[in-house]
């Protein structure tokens, strides 16, 4: 099965019906896919990629290898309660961190922050194209997630180092994203992340042309009323080099009020912020019970 690919550039012109209808399908079927002629500066993209690999070498790499995890995997031991992954997480907006990030330089904080601006309007135009398929107003998502601050934005920058021993543990366990709309940089030349459709693992191969992997997160389930759901997915450790994974997250302000759209039914509405309060101490469970407790919330008319 080839993942789903979405040119963005022939939304303008007479394939635009049928670009629609390949979104729709990767949504409702995949809950993942790749886009072309995205917008985003791909020469940008390569010294984002760049930079972050050095900021690793210089900052993480030695400190990786010498934690307790990497000794616990020296001694064949099976790790089950951690990720073989070294990562840091800047937020962008509301407000932003990436000046208290230790030993990063300037001139990764500017490329980086021309990088996100141009992103956010990739995020914006899949969220208002995902709308016109569920046949809501093309600002609804938008809005949604505007709370009263605007959307969160941030970026999880993680390196999934060489591995001794890939069998013993996972590069990051099984999950779904609790937010709304992720765009994946992904290494170009190493494997491991791995998304399940229908009952298997699905190997996703790494992004040549520096396109652009999306994924759906867990408010895009709920605001959908299920149509569109979020999909399981875990990274493979890998024995044969570094997998560089920079996961951008369009996902709505901690404040914003949750719910299905009306068009599309669903029992009341929560706050993001009592939604990420739960998914913090589940995240690497079966989801479905995760929903149900939040939907039990909004029967009984309060918040978590």
């Known amino acids: 099965m080839a993942i789903p690919v979405i040119d963005l550039a022939e939304l303008h012109g007479d394939k635009r019906s049928k670009t629609m209808t390949s979104l729709h399908e990767a949504c409702e079927k ?15 993209m390569e010294k984002v990629k760049e930079m972050v690999n050095g900021y690793y070498d210089e900052n993480l790499k030695e400190k990786f290898y010498e934690s307790e995890m990497s000794k616990r ?17 800047i937020c962008h907006r509301p407000n932003s961190n ?6 990063i330089t300037k001139q990764l904080c500017e490329t980086m922050e021309e990088y996100i601006a141009q992103l956010i309007k990739l995020a914006e135009t ?9 046949g809501l107003d093309h600002n609804h998502i ?5 709370g009263t601050k605007g959307p969160s934005i941030g970026t999880k920058v993680a390196i999934y180092p060489q591995c001794p021993n890939p069998d013993l543990v996972r590069g990051l366990r099984e999950h779904t994203d609790a937010g709304g709309i992720i765009l994946l ?8 992340l791995e998304f399940l459709k229908d009952g298997q693992w699905f190997r996703i191969p790494p992004s040549k042309n520096n396109t652009i992997f999306v994924n759906t997160g867990d408010q895009i389930e709920v605001i959908s009323n299920g149509k569109y759901k979020s999909v399981l997915h875990r990274v493979m450790a890998e024995k ?26 669903y029992p009341g509405n929560y706050q993001f912020g009592d939604y990420l309060k739960l998914y913090s101490t589940t995240k690497f469970l079966e989801k479905g019970p995760r929903f149900e ?5 909004m029967v009984n008319g309060h918040h978590g």
């Not at 995997?73 to 990562?87: A, G, V």
């Not at 407790?293 to 919330?297: E, I, L, P, R, Y």
């Open 142 to 146: 938008k809005q949604t997630f505007c």
């Open 98 to 103: 990436i000046n208290q990030i230790p030993n």
């Open 73 to 89: 995997l020296n001694k064949n031991e099976k790790i089950s309660d951690m990720d073989w992954e070294s990562t840091f997480f």
């Open 30 to 44: 995949w809950g993942f896919f790749q886009v072309d002629n995205h917008g985003v500066d791909k020469k940008l």
């Open 240 to 265: 044969q080099g570094n997998r560089l994974s920079i996961a951008t997250f369009y996902n709505p302000g901690s404040d914003a009020v949750i719910s299905p759209a009306p068009e599309l039914l």
């Open 293 to 297: 407790s939040m939907k039990t919330t």
């Open 126 to 134: 899949l969220s208002e194209l995902i709308c016109e398929n569920l």
């Open 185 to 192: 940089l992904q290494d170009d030349q190493v494997p491991g």
